[in-house]
């Protein structure tokens, strides 16, 4: 795990919604790994050309919307999640 991801993960909370908030088209993923590398929590990886979220992403992600910002395919949906739930910042 990369001391990044301990930094942030130590500065926020989550609570778990009940939908989905990142919805990612494999028909529409290039591989082109923009996702992979900008995702400060490294919750993206790339598998056969295909980009992949990590399955307890809702548990890990900070919200910063900056996979769906990169992908120029269109491949990935992001939204906030629903009021109430999502990452809570404790500090900064
Ligand atoms: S940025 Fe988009 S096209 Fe590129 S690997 Fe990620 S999901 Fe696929
Ligand atoms: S919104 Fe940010 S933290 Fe969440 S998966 Fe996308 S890049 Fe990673």
Redesign the pocket.
């Known amino acids: 795990m990369a001391e990044k991801e301990i930094d942030l993960r130590k500065m926020v909370k989550h609570v778990r919604g009940t939908v989905e908030f990142i919805h990612?088209d494999k028909a529409?993923?290039?591989?082109?790994?923009?996702?992979?590398n900008i995702c400060p929590m490294e919750l993206?990886e790339?598998k056969k050309s295909?980009?992949f979220i990590s399955p307890d992403y809702a548990e890990k992600c900070v919200e910063c919307g900056s996979?769906w910002l990169?992908?120029?395919?269109n491949?990935?949906e992001f939204s906030y999640p629903e009021g109430g739930t999502g990452v809570i910042w404790e500090y900064g």
């Open positions: 990612h529409r993923c290039t591989g082109c790994g923009r996702c992979v993206w790339l295909k980009a996979c990169v992908c120029e395919s491949a990935i």
